[in-house]
């Protein structure tokens, strides 16, 4: 990791960032994979792979495959999370300019709710 932390801590970043890459691959390949025999049972092995120390399969994913391909792909992921924090603040500003003209839509419409006078009266 590149931030000092507790065994415990690595440990359960490591394995939870493992975690995390397989779902996001399992999410475009579950339509392919699921329909295979066993797929459910060797998805449970595998995962007892990534959890047990004496396998630290979590480990050797981290250090083989999913940090190499970070540390070669972080100057463009970066570009992207950049890009991906200047999109929200856009959307988020454009948000809020349409929540304060409906606030005032709204307000106004009260107002004038209240100035007219109560027809059924009449």
């Known amino acids: 990791m590149f931030i000092?932390?507790?065994d415990d801590d690595t440990e359960l970043l490591i394995y939870w960032t493992v975690v995390g890459?397989?779902?996001f691959l399992e999410s475009y390949a579950?339509?392919?994979?699921?329909?295979?025999?066993f797929y459910y049972e060797l998805k449970i092995l595998f995962f007892i792979w990534l959890?047990?120390?004496?396998f630290d399969g979590s480990h050797f994913l981290w250090?083989?495959?999913?940090l190499?391909?970070?540390n070669k792909h972080e100057k463009k992921i970066d570009q992207q999370v950049e890009k991906g924090g200047k999109e929200a603040?856009?959307?988020g500003i454009k948000g809020l300019m349409k929540a304060n003209t409906l606030k005032s839509k709204v307000k106004n419409e009260i107002d004038q709710m209240k100035?007219?006078?109560n027809k059924k009266d009449d």
């Not at 579950?30 to 025999?37: C, E, F, K, Q, T």
């Not at 250090?63 to 999913?66: D, S």
């Open 115 to 117: 100035e007219e006078p």
């Open 68 to 70: 190499p391909y970070l």
């Open 51 to 54: 959890q047990l120390p004496w």
């Open 89 to 91: 603040i856009k959307y």
């Open 21 to 23: 890459f397989f779902s």
């Open 63 to 66: 250090e083989n495959i999913i």
């Open 30 to 37: 579950n339509i392919l994979v699921s329909w295979l025999p």
């Open 4 to 6: 000092t932390f507790s």
